[in-house]
């Protein structure tokens, strides 16, 4: 289903039509005593990381299936695989400006805004959220005001709840006048 939005103008026909599409991404990764551990493009003090082919950036990975999803560009594993020793040790930051420019070049969609959610009991990140908004402000071309960052627990449930893991959600809005 697509969904035609018609805005007053200036033009002949007096309406012009703007197209939205919606992604959706989730990504999980496994913890493990020793490695970095990378949220958001910034690195965070933990004693645990994620264990990853890359910086195992779950919230930039999330974002970039959403972005894909929405652009009907298949998904991260596609355009960056694990299998492949280029990105072996990537920096995610890179994977999403990659990701952002293929749906800009390829497909002329803009970014409109994101919502995330990141499932974990440690590290708290609230005091790191307004560093990442500014991060992927900056890698992602868009405004602060567009970026939002919510963290939750899972009440010592599951793998996340047990520490064992992290998770996280993203939406994307995209639009294309």
Known sequence: MQLHLRFFTSSSSGFYKMKIKVGFGYDVHQLAPG?????????????????????????????????????????????????????KGIDSKIMLQRTVDMVRKQKRFQISNIDTTVCQEKPKIKDYIPKMQAVLSEVMQIDLEDISIKATTTEKLGFVGEEK??????????IRE
């Open 35 to 87: 490695r970095e551990f990378w949220l958001g493009g910034i690195k965070i003090d933990h004693d645990k990381g994620p264990v990853a082919n890359s910086d195992g950036d779950v919230l930039i990975h999330a974002l970039c299936d959403a972005i894909l999803g929405a652009a009907n560009m298949r998904d991260i594993g596609y355009h960056f695989p694990e299998t492949s020793a280029e990105f």
């Open 165 to 174: 893991g992290l998770a996280v959600y993203a939406t994307v809005l995209l």
